[in-house]
C-alpha cells in the first residue's frame, strides 16, 4: 500500500501481556515495505508521558484514579500535537501502542465513569482503525514474568477485558484472537489492516 493522500490512524490495544506491543512493532514492520510508518505508544515518551510512567504503574507511587485518567489525557492531547498529527500531516500511517481505550478500560475498571472519561478526552483524534487484541486474563497473567504493575491482577484484567468488550460490540474496536502463536496472530492482523487499507481513501494496493 501506498499514502496517496493522507495519513492514516491505527491503534493496537490489549491487556497487558496480550502481545500487542509485539503485534505493532510487527505490523509496521510488515506496512513499512510499502509506506511512511510512524510507530509510537502511549504513555508517550513526552514529559506528561514519562511522569506517568514513573509515578502511576505501581502501587507505593500510584496517584488518585481521577488524577490518573487526567494525566492520561494531557499526554494524549502532547503526544497528538508533538507525534501523531504531524506525522499524519505528513502522509504516514501511524500506529499507535495504546490510546483512549486504554483509558476508558483501565480507568473505567477502577470505578470511574467511562462517561466522564470520554468527556475528558473529548479533543483526542479519532482513530481511523483500533483493533484490539483479546486474550483471555488468565492466560495473560501466565504471560506476565517482570514486575507486575498495580493493573496486572487476574480480577483487574477481567474487568478491563469486559469493558474493553463493550467497544467491540458497538464496533468501535476490531477484535483479533491474540491466543495463539505470535506469528499467527501477526498474519491476521496484517491481512485485516490490509484490507482495511484499501478501503480507506488514500491508500492503494
Known amino acids: 500500500m501506498n499514502v496517496t493522500k493522507k495519513g492514516v490512524f491505527i491503534v493496537i490495544e ?13 505490523l509496521a514492520t510488515e506496512l513499512a515495505k510499502t509506506s511512511k510508518v ?6 508517550s515518551q513526552g514529559k506528561i508521558g514519562s511522569f506517568i510512567r514513573k509515578c502511576c504503574l505501581y502501587e507505593d507511587t500510584r496517584l488518585p484514579t481521577e488524577a490518573e485518567a487526567l494525566l492520561f489525557a494531557a499526554d494524549r492531547i502532547e503526544h497528538l500535537q508533538s507525534e501523531i498529527k504531524p506525522a499524519l500531516g505528513e502522509g504516514k500511517v501511524v500506529i499507535c501502542d495504546r490510546y483512549t481505550y486504554s483509558s476508558l478500560a483501565y480507568q473505567g475498571s477502577a470505578g ?13 483524534l479519532q482513530p481511523d482503525f483500533a483493533i484490539f487484541i483479546d486474550v483471555p486474563p488468565e492466560k495473560v497473567i ?9 493493573m496486572e491482577t487476574l480480577e483487574t484484567q477481567q474487568k478491563v477485558r469486559e469493558i474493553y468488550l463493550r467497544y467491540v460490540e458497538k464496533g468501535e474496536l476490531i477484535s483479533i484472537d491474540g491466543d495463539k502463536p505470535k506469528e499467527v496472530v501477526a498474519l491476521v492482523l496484517i491481512a485485516k489492516v490490509s484490507k482495511l487499507l484499501k ?4 491508500f492503494r494496493a
Not at 491487556?15 to 512493532?25: I, P, R, V
Open 142 to 150: 501466565e504471560r506476565l514474568q517482570r514486575k507486575k504493575s498495580v
Open 38 to 43: 510512524w510507530l509510537t505508544a502511549e504513555p
Open 199 to 202: 478501503e480507506e481513501n488514500g
Open 14 to 26: 490489549g491487556l497487558d501481556g496480550s502481545g500487542k506491543t509485539t503485534q505493532a512493532n510487527l
Open 112 to 124: 470511574l465513569s467511562v462517561d466522564w472519561i470520554q468527556m475528558i478526552n473529548a479533543r483526542a
